[in-house]
């Protein structure tokens, strides 16, 4: 079954504000990831933040993870039209295998 | 040098054929994933294998054959294509099994006619 549920589906800002997506999960994980997807190509990578871990910074990039409330924040600053991509976030539960869980994902737009 | 490159980009083709994909990574990882990704975008795990060893081996219609000659390549097999098969198919790999990031190809879209 679906693991993560994603809010909002779709976010249009303008160019330099931020966007916040938000990430909710249902049973126990060793760790959330965010990943990008640009139109017609492969997830990236953006962060991974551990179950121990409450947040998590990188270049433009904030993630939050709150383990009580089983959800996640992914916020992005001082967005740029290039930042217009749809985003991901994954679980990895706690078996081993490498098998991430998918949000259904946000489409951002950023509007120069 | 493209990291995680699979073949074809693209596959148009009829319904009842027999098909393949193939996915290679050059960045030397353990793990190697098959997703899919529908037309919502969601995207679900398929196989894994690690070594060359099966180690996720999703509900997936036995038309579905993962193969892997070896920890740098894995081929996804499709027997007797149907319409749902549709969808974007996405190969990832990572260093290793389990709490790792995942690195992906671009995806092959099949379109089945």
């Known amino acids: 079954s679906q693991q993560g549920e994603e809010d909002p589906q779709a976010l249009s800002i303008q160019e330099g504000e931020n966007a916040t997506m938000n990430c909710s999960y249902k049973t126990s994980i060793n760790n959330l990831q965010w990943y990008r997807q640009n139109s017609g190509r492969g997830l990236v990578h953006l962060i991974l933040i551990r179950s121990n871990e409450r947040e998590k910074h990188s270049g433009r990039l904030r993630v939050t993870l709150d383990t009580s409330k089983k959800s996640s924040s992914l916020l992005i600053t001082a967005s740029r039209a290039a930042d217009t991509a749809s985003y991901f976030c994954a679980t990895d539960a706690r078996s081993n295998t490498g098998k991430l869980i998918f949000g259904q994902g946000t489409t951002l737009q950023v509007k120069p | 040098d493209t990291a995680v490159s699979q073949t074809p980009k693209y596959l148009v083709t009829q319904m009842g054929n027999d098909k393949s994909i193939k996915c290679e990574q050059n960045l030397g990882h353990d793990t190697m994933y098959w997703y899919k990704q529908d037309s919502k975008k969601f995207l679900k795990i398929m196989f894994s294998y690690n070594n060359k060893e099966l180690i996720i081996n999703e509900t997936v219609p036995n038309r579905f054959s993962p193969k892997s000659p070896d920890k740098a390549h894995l081929n996804l097999h499709i027997n007797s294509l149907e319409l749902g098969d549709s969808a974007v198919y996405f190969c990832?790999?990572?260093?290793?099994?389990?709490?790792?990031?995942?690195?992906f190809g671009d995806g092959t879209r099949l379109s089945i006619l």
């Open positions: 990832a790999s990572s260093q290793d099994r389990g709490y790792q990031p995942q690195h």
